[in-house]
């Protein structure tokens, strides 16, 4: 049978096509699974769930790629015992759908990697359950807390996947899902508020309108709240207030003490190395941990905004419910160097811009997005330069200023008191206008001696060091390098005794060989057993850190299957494909695999949590 698709010439936007595509996918399942009889051992049958057992736990399932989804799935299980529900947490790596086929409650937190894929740990599990011979779940109730990045495509792509795959095969969604933005704190919280008294409640055969009416209020009530573009605003304050930390809501303002150029004469990039002053504020990390940091917007181009709108700098606003002058609110509290959808869309209807009205309109995302590479929002604005926009009007269609997350280049025990970033700042020219990116210039350029920035740690307990005894190996080219530097310190400061091993590269050794010394001195101690370096431009013919990896193969196969811990840090986009191409073609080569085996091996590496990856 063939199996329906989505031609790719259809008028239909992002979103569509991605519904169309559940709808499909399910469709075709229904067409394929024998009926009404589940697949042995896997799915429910309606005569022996005819109601949730709540007296098995709640179980709290999730996908992470940088512990957001875990952590989050933890506050979940501890929510949930403040209102009496016994709850369990566990891995998607770690759920089969033997497990799934005897749960009668579920509740799935996960990320969304890179354009809309699975995060690493969770893919096996989407696989499983997309597959078309999957057993009914008719006996389960769940809902889905998707995290994601609406500066992507397939923003929050993975929770709605999972989200219609559970629902086609009849398990009882008790809660719509919810699609949380970078700064996912306050949705989540709210949406969990809300969902866990209905799992308190839920049968089967119920809807999430009718549990709503049946459900026990929760401990701490949430007041009512208006949504909008998935950012939720609170129109009451919390019924309990808790001891503050320092975190996204109360960043710490730290002082940079220390801002140097890493790259040499003749680079073709600006990579620093940043140290931070913890001070007093008493907050801790761990090797692999990031550091998100509150970036502020480039004065010359908020300026250039408000001349371009016509009104005074002092021009009051309203944002989120406070007044502020528009210029303050243009620094520090909208994404203003990139342009989102919504403003694409308005500016489109309120312009009539032809090319932009054919861009808005027939959902080609890659069309659109190679359009608006190089645009900020005053090319927006200029599109038109007879239409006129109130500030208002423009406040409404810009996404909130999220914080940027670098990978902490530093140990706590070697570096106490301090934290460490390696960061490439991002210069271009477009437009006939000097452009860069918002947090790297910000701290590369507009840091004065006596000010400070905003930042508060974000754990990554997916990228954490094994064992002191265990091997390691680290692949991280250009600014990926970061959380090894750390990782390499840290586990000198230990003194563990397990191997390490590092491949790292850029464009060219005499320019950009990043921290040499330091690696150099790694080597001499005898703390780094292996060091491969590819330098693409050196030679005529490029060179990648995958490359090295191939032409180690044996040798790396031997580690691997010696136990050796493999950690990759870096460009998503491409880097990380390659390096995972390169793996699996390792695995099959040196352990005498067939494609099929070495993904398997490969997929039970990150069952393992031997496997790990930081990329962006």
Same mark, same amino acid.
């Given at each position: 049978?063939?199996?329906?698709?989505?031609?790719?010439?259809?008028?239909?936007?992002?979103?569509?096509?991605?519904?169309?595509?559940?709808?499909?996918?399910?469709?075709?399942?229904?067409?394929?699974?024998?009926?009404?009889?589940?697949?042995?051992?896997?799915?429910?049958?309606?005569?022996?769930?005819?109601?949730?057992?709540?007296?098995?736990?709640?179980?709290?399932?999730?996908?992470?790629?940088?512990?957001?989804?875990?952590?989050?799935?933890?506050?979940?299980?501890?929510?949930?015992?403040?209102?009496?529900?016994?709850?369990?947490?566990?891995?998607?790596?770690?759920?089969?759908?033997?497990?799934?086929?005897?749960?009668?409650?579920?509740?799935?937190?996960?990320?969304?990697?890179?354009?809309?894929?699975?995060?690493?740990?969770?893919?096996?599990?989407?696989?499983?359950?997309?597959?078309?011979?999957?057993?009914?779940?008719?006996?389960?109730?769940?809902?889905?807390?998707?995290?994601?990045?609406?500066?992507?495509?397939?923003?929050?792509?993975?929770?709605?996947?999972?989200?219609?795959?559970?629902?086609?095969?009849?398990?009882?969604?008790?809660?719509?899902?919810?699609?949380?933005?970078?700064?996912?704190?306050?949705?989540?919280?709210?949406?969990?508020?809300?969902?866990?008294?209905?799992?308190?409640?839920?049968?089967?055969?119920?809807?999430?309108?009718?549990?709503?009416?049946?459900?026990?209020?929760?401990?701490?009530?949430?007041?009512?709240?208006?949504?909008?573009?998935?950012?939720?605003?609170?129109?009451?304050?919390?019924?309990?207030?808790?001891?503050?930390?320092?975190? +996204?809501?109360?960043?710490?303002?730290?002082?940079?003490?220390?801002?140097?150029?890493?790259?040499?004469?003749?680079?073709?990039?600006?990579?620093?190395?940043?140290?931070?002053?913890?001070?007093?504020?008493?907050?801790?990390?761990?090797?692999?941990?990031?550091?998100?940091?509150?970036?502020?917007?480039?004065?010359?181009?908020?300026?250039?905004?408000?001349?371009?709108?016509?009104?005074?700098?002092?021009?009051?606003?309203?944002?989120?419910?406070?007044?502020?002058?528009?210029?303050?609110?243009?620094?520090?509290?909208?994404?203003?160097?990139?342009?989102?959808?919504?403003?694409?869309?308005?500016?489109?209807?309120?312009?009539?811009?032809?090319?932009?009205?054919?861009?808005?309109?027939?959902?080609?995302?890659?069309?659109?997005?190679?359009?608006?590479?190089?645009?900020?929002?005053?090319?927006?604005?200029?599109?038109?330069?007879?239409?006129?926009?109130?500030?208002?009007?423009?406040?409404?269609?810009?996404?909130?200023?999220?914080?940027?997350?670098?990978?902490?280049?530093?140990?706590?025990?070697?570096?106490?008191?301090?934290?460490?970033?390696?960061?490439?700042?991002?210069?271009?020219?477009?437009?006939?206008?000097?452009?860069?990116?918002?947090?790297?210039?910000?701290?590369?350029?507009?840091?004065?001696?006596?000010?400070?920035?905003?930042?508060?740690?974000?754990?990554?307990?997916?990228?954490?060091?094994?064992?002191?005894?265990?091997?390691?190996?680290?692949?991280?080219?250009?600014?990926?390098?970061?959380?090894?530097?750390?990782?390499?310190?840290?586990?000198?400061?230990?003194?563990?005794?397990?191997?390490?091993?590092?491949?790292?590269?850029?464009?060219?050794?005499?320019?950009?060989?990043?921290? +040499?010394?330091?690696?150099?001195?790694?080597?001499?101690?005898?703390?780094?057993?292996?060091?491969?370096?590819?330098?693409? +431009?050196?030679?005529?013919?490029?060179?990648?850190?995958?490359?090295?990896?191939?032409?180690?193969?044996?040798?790396?196969?031997?580690?691997?299957?010696?136990?050796?811990?493999?950690?990759?840090?870096?460009?998503?986009?491409?880097?990380?494909?390659?390096?995972?191409?390169?793996?699996?073609?390792?695995?099959?080569?040196?352990?005498?695999?067939?494609?099929?085996?070495?993904?398997?091996?490969?997929?039970?590496?990150?069952?393992?949590?031997?496997?790990?990856?930081?990329?962006?």
């Amino acid at each position: 049978m063939q199996l329906p698709y989505i031609p790719t010439d259809v008028p239909f936007t992002g979103d569509q096509k991605a519904w169309l595509a559940g709808f499909l996918a399910g469709l075709n399942t229904r067409m394929t699974m024998p009926q009404p009889e589940s697949a042995p051992g896997v799915g429910h049958t309606s005569a022996e769930s005819s109601t949730a057992d709540v007296s098995q736990p709640l179980l709290i399932a999730y996908g992470t790629q940088t512990g957001n989804a875990e952590m989050l799935a933890e506050k979940a299980k501890a929510k949930a015992a403040e209102i009496g529900i016994d709850a369990r947490v566990c891995d998607l790596a770690d759920l089969d759908l033997a497990a799934l086929g005897t749960t009668t409650r579920l509740l799935v937190v996960t990320s969304t990697y890179g354009e809309g894929d699975m995060p690493d740990d969770a893919e096996d599990f989407w696989q499983a359950l997309a597959a078309p011979e999957v057993g009914r779940l008719d006996g389960l109730t769940f809902g889905v807390l998707a995290l994601g990045d609406s500066i992507y495509d397939g923003f929050c792509q993975a929770g709605k996947n999972v989200d219609a795959r559970l629902a086609e095969l009849g398990a009882t969604r008790v809660v719509e899902r919810v699609d949380c933005d970078v700064d996912y704190q306050q949705t989540a919280d709210e949406w969990l508020a809300r969902a866990l008294p209905l799992f308190a409640a839920a049968t089967p055969q119920q809807t999430g309108s009718e549990l709503a009416d049946e459900a026990p209020a929760p401990a701490a009530t949430v007041e009512a709240s208006e949504t909008r573009k998935g950012v939720t605003e609170k129109a009451g304050k919390p019924a309990r207030q808790r001891k503050s930390t320092w975190g +996204r809501k109360n960043p710490y303002p730290a002082t940079v003490i220390a801002n140097t150029v890493l790259s040499g004469p003749g680079s073709a990039k600006e990579v620093r190395h940043l140290v931070i002053s913890l001070g007093d504020s008493g907050i801790t990390y761990e090797p692999g941990d990031g550091l998100s940091v509150v970036p502020r917007n480039d004065p010359a181009l908020v300026d250039r905004i408000i001349d371009r709108l016509g009104v005074s700098p002092q021009t009051p606003v309203v944002d989120r419910k406070e007044q502020r002058p528009l210029r303050e609110a243009l620094l520090h509290r909208y994404e203003i160097a990139t342009a989102s959808k919504y403003l694409v869309d308005y500016i489109a209807a309120r312009s009539g811009d032809a090319e932009l009205t054919h861009l808005a309109s027939t959902g080609d995302r890659e069309a659109l997005d190679a359009w608006l590479w190089g645009k900020d929002v005053l090319d927006l604005l200029n599109v038109d330069e007879s239409l006129t926009i109130t500030p208002d009007e423009l406040l409404a269609e810009l996404q909130p200023l999220a914080h940027r997350v670098y990978s902490i280049s530093s140990s706590p025990r070697a570096h106490a008191g301090t934290v460490h970033l390696t960061m490439a700042t991002v210069r271009y020219r477009s437009g006939e206008r000097d452009r860069g990116g918002v947090c790297s210039t910000h701290l590369a350029d507009r840091i004065a001696d006596d000010e400070t920035i905003g930042v508060f740690v974000t754990p990554n307990k997916s990228f954490r060091l094994p064992s002191d005894d265990a091997k390691v190996v680290m692949v991280g080219p250009g600014t990926g390098i970061a959380p090894f530097r750390a990782f390499l310190h840290e586990r000198a400061e230990r003194g563990a005794t397990g191997d390490n091993w590092l491949f790292f590269g850029d464009q060219h050794e005499t320019c950009d060989h990043i921290y +040499r010394d330091e690696i150099d001195q790694f080597v001499s101690d005898g703390l780094l057993n292996r060091l491969d370096l590819a330098f693409s +431009r050196d030679q005529e013919h490029k060179v990648y850190v995958q490359d090295r990896m191939r032409a180690r193969g044996a040798e790396l196969f031997r580690w691997l299957d010696d136990g050796a811990y493999l950690y990759v840090c870096g460009d998503a986009t491409r880097m990380a494909r390659d390096v995972d191409d390169a793996l699996h073609e390792i695995i099959a080569e040196h352990g005498g695999h067939s494609a099929s085996a070495a993904q398997d091996a490969v997929s039970q590496l990150k069952k393992d949590k031997r496997y790990m990856r930081d990329v962006y």
